[in-house]
């Protein structure tokens, strides 16, 4: 069968102009194979990073880009139990999914629920789960508690609202432009704030002086300390993104009288020490939510694999309330 | 009995500036009082940091500066048991040290062995204690593994070489010039380096790749970055100064790619937390190592009381190599 892949040789600074669409001839399965027809696969910051080599861990080229998705099974090998044509499964995390097609071991693949919205579906694995971890892992939050996040309108920050909401917490939420509000306030956050010098004073205001105990900065540079500054003593930031590409500034004065903890966290890092069980738990119950309509992220624009390169200028660009998914033929 | 203090009435950028040698009559004393003259009191960076106002606890104005020393007893108020006149004393944290005279809460002395050094046991209270902690509250450090420091040629640079030799941690030290490191060579650090950008190879040369967990910071600015750089996948940095006045400045690849955690150390909050317990135990462990010799730190210059403001300007030249004392008449 003739399919679409979209590959990249080499890196570069430039994503758009590393990445194209190549036509490629799906191979005969081998035993325990699945052909899947792609349906739909987000374009994530950690994808674009891929492309430039700014990311933690750099599949070897060439590659195809893509690192989660959703697809329907075309053709199964011999020896593959519990799998039907037809079905609408999640793809393998990091299977290059920037494809009409792709070949996967079957037992990676997970059923999903028919009837669930693929488009949603097909951003599963990465944003909400990273939104999830970050809201229990670092700190023990109880219902009523605050945490705070900049980025707010992201795919990450929008998951994060949601699932604060269904644990009892409160959000402040900070965008970098008046035009994010609105958005940021639609997915139910408590409090949306534009990112300023004076964001310590008017977070104080909103939440009548209560304390903030867990910040999450995908920014970096001096977004850093603003948010830092808007914490309770003894206070945990979690860096998860560098969209600025500034490192993050913390003043020595918030470590040492503030009492303040700076982490990170990377999913990929999660996979490789959270039990079968742990990751069993979390997806489960992201995926009914999911299936439910109860996450839901905005898509601003959707592209076949054909047009990869613009679907890729795309995700840079600035001012999109909403994802870039790259979608199959189907 | 005429004596003299080291007093500010106001704060203001240029320390020496706000303080003045101001004489006063010791006044007759309470029951459970005692009249201590002040043998010797350092300079600390955050004495320093009281006289400018960048310190996260300021007292009351006017205060006295100083905030640890060595005195010896020449009077003793009535109900006061287990003290005589003529012996030497720890006087209290905090306590307006910079002074021929105080008086003091006679509970509150601490007795020191006859014998023992006073200019050394003069900086017992603040230096090695916060030296101590910093290598055993944050990382579990085991005989043979390796820590990392920056200001190595400081105070608590010189206790920190010294109390992980004792404790069979290996040092990796950085001074910011060249005419600092043979002084931290002989103090017993393992490997002394000039801060620069190429730091992480140097140190991954030194150690033979030996992985580093706790790096401690005193510097602040791109000093943390290049510190952090040089820390194993999930290392500890603990900023406890603020030498360069500059917020520290991380990579958010070093949060979320290497799983660093920035904390911070401040003695003062660890006096609010701990037990009686535990600062008796740490206490008296220094006391006896520093009064048999084991602890010791060079001290640069001393000064009178008198002579206030030469020695806080002195306490804030670059070029030193060991602490300021102001000393008493004795």
């Given at each position: 069968?003739?399919?679409?892949?979209?590959?990249?040789?080499?890196?570069?600074?430039?994503?758009?102009?590393?990445?194209?669409?190549?036509?490629?001839?799906?191979?005969?399965?081998?035993?325990?194979q699945a052909l899947v027809a792609v349906l739909a696969a987000p374009i994530n910051?950690?994808?674009?990073?891929?492309?430039?080599?700014?990311?933690?861990?750099?599949?070897?080229?060439?590659?195809?880009?893509?690192?989660?998705?959703?697809?329907?099974?075309?053709?199964?090998?011999?020896?593959?139990?519990?799998?039907?044509?037809?079905?609408?499964?999640?793809?393998?995390?990091?299977?290059?999914?920037?494809?009409?097609?792709?070949?996967?071991?079957?037992?990676?693949?997970?059923?999903?629920?028919?009837?669930?919205?693929?488009?949603?579906?097909?951003?599963?694995?990465?944003?909400?789960?990273?939104?999830?971890?970050?809201?229990?892992?670092?700190?023990?939050?109880?219902?009523?508690?605050?945490?705070?996040?900049?980025?707010?309108?992201?795919?990450?920050?929008?998951?994060?609202?949601?699932?604060?909401?269904?644990?009892?917490?409160?959000?402040?939420?900070?965008?970098?432009?008046?035009?994010?509000?609105?958005?940021?306030?639609?997915?139910?956050?408590?409090?949306?704030?534009?990112?300023?010098?004076?964001?310590h004073h008017r977070v104080k205001q909103a939440t009548g002086g209560a304390p903030?105990?867990?910040?999450?900065?995908?920014?970096?540079?001096?977004?850093?300390?603003?948010?830092?500054?808007?914490?309770?003593?003894?206070?945990?930031?979690?860096?998860?993104?560098?969209?600025?590409?500034?490192?993050?500034?913390?003043?020595?004065?918030?470590?040492?009288?503030?009492?303040?903890?700076?982490?990170?966290?990377?999913?990929?890092?999660?996979?490789?020490?959270?039990?079968?069980?742990?990751?069993?738990?979390?997806?489960?119950?992201?995926?009914?939510?999911?299936?439910?309509?109860?996450?839901?992220?905005?898509?601003?624009?959707?592209?076949?694999?054909?047009?990869?390169?613009?679907?890729?200028?795309?995700?840079?660009?600035?001012?999109?309330?909403?994802?870039?998914?790259?979608?199959?033929?189907?």
């Amino acid at each position: 069968m003739q399919a679409l892949k979209a590959q990249y040789e080499q890196r570069g600074p430039v994503p758009q102009d590393v990445i194209k669409p190549v036509p490629f001839d799906t191979p005969a399965l081998a035993p325990g194979q699945a052909l899947v027809a792609v349906l739909a696969a987000p374009i994530n910051p950690s994808d674009v990073l891929m492309l430039t080599g700014g990311y933690g861990m750099l599949p070897p080229l060439p590659a195809v880009g893509g690192s989660e998705g959703v697809g329907r099974i075309v053709e199964l090998g011999a020896d593959v139990a519990g799998l039907a044509v037809g079905q609408m499964v999640l793809l393998p995390a990091g299977s290059g999914t920037w494809a009409t097609h792709l070949v996967a071991d079957a037992r990676r693949l997970v059923p999903l629920p028919e009837g669930a919205d693929p488009q949603q579906m097909a951003m599963l694995t990465v944003n909400p789960a990273t939104a999830s971890l970050m809201l229990s892992e670092f700190v023990d939050l109880k219902p009523g508690d605050w945490v705070m996040q900049n980025v707010a309108n992201s795919g990450v920050g929008g998951y994060l609202i949601q699932l604060a909401r269904q644990r009892g917490f409160r959000t402040v939420n900070v965008v970098r432009r008046e035009g994010a509000v609105a958005a940021v306030q639609d997915q139910g956050g408590d409090v949306v704030l534009v990112d300023g010098d004076d964001l310590h004073h008017r977070v104080k205001q909103a939440t009548g002086g209560a304390p903030v105990r867990l910040g999450i900065d995908a920014v970096g540079g001096m977004a850093t300390e603003r948010l830092a500054r808007c914490l309770a003593e003894g206070g945990t930031l979690v860096n998860y993104g560098l969209m600025s590409g500034e490192p993050c500034v913390v003043s020595a004065q918030s470590f040492v009288f503030n009492d303040l903890t700076v982490r990170g966290f990377w999913l990929a890092k999660w996979f490789r020490v959270a039990t079968r069980e742990q990751q069993r738990a979390l997806y489960g119950q992201l995926t009914q939510a999911m299936a439910r309509g109860q996450l839901k992220a905005r898509i601003h624009a959707t592209y076949p694999v054909q047009r990869i390169q613009e679907a890729v200028a795309a995700a840079q660009a600035g001012e999109r309330d909403g994802k870039i998914l790259v979608v199959g033929q189907g």
